[in-house]
């Protein structure tokens, strides 16, 4: 997964400029770590309601994020204007998800995704979700080349530990509160 990881960054490094990959998978990225998440969704109790809500909306708090779900599926990813679109599994597919990290060291070129899951069956779903991230001390700043000539800063830099702590112990910070997300931390008002 690691390595999977790795190359999915470098693809998105080379899409965001010519020969970026070289100049920041090693440097920015050299010192990522990842672990996995084994989600065992029990079934909605209440067979009236056909979508209940296993997972509420929220952003990740990564770099990237790699997720398998199995064949129920749920897992929805909401659109610019607010749409909620289904995200179905795919046999040999697994679904990549850009998270808070990468959004602020993009200077927001690249959107961390809002997403939830729902449950519709009376069966358990289970999914597999890798999460890959910076290291804790690191400083998270958007490089010049990737902010761009003439383009403002739209966050201020942070250490990705103080990041996670704020949406680990902070109230309005909580998970399912998309208000309070990388924005709201770091965000400059420009
Ligand atoms: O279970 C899933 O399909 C996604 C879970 C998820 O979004 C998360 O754990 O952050
Ligand atoms: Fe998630």
């Given at each position: 997964m690691m390595k999977l990881s790795k190359k999915i960054i470098e693809i998105i490094l080379k899409s965001l400029g010519t020969g970026y990959e070289k100049r920041f998978l090693d440097s920015e990225f050299g010192n990522c770590h990842g672990y996995m998440r084994i989600v065992n969704y029990t079934p909605p109790?209440?067979?009236?309601?056909?979508q209940v809500e296993g997972l509420g909306m929220h952003t990740d708090m990564s770099c990237i994020t790699i997720v398998f779900q199995d064949e129920l599926g749920g897992l929805q990813m909401r659109s610019k204007d607010g749409k909620w679109l289904n995200i179905h599994p795919c046999k040999n597919s697994l679904v990549v998800n850009i998270g808070d990290l990468m959004q602020a060291w993009s200077n927001g070129r690249l959107r961390s995704s809002e997403h939830r899951v729902v449950l519709r069956r009376s069966r358990n779903r289970f999914s597999l979700v890798f999460f890959w991230c910076f290291e804790d001390e690191k400083e998270v700043i958007a490089p010049n080349e990737i902010v761009g000539n003439g383009n403002p800063r739209i966050y201020h830099p942070f250490v990705c530990l103080k990041y996670i702590k704020f949406r680990e112990s902070n109230e309005v910070g909580k998970f399912e509160k998309i208000g309070y997300t990388v924005k709201d931390f770091a965000g400059l008002n420009v």
């Open positions: 109790s209440n067979a009236e309601e056909n």
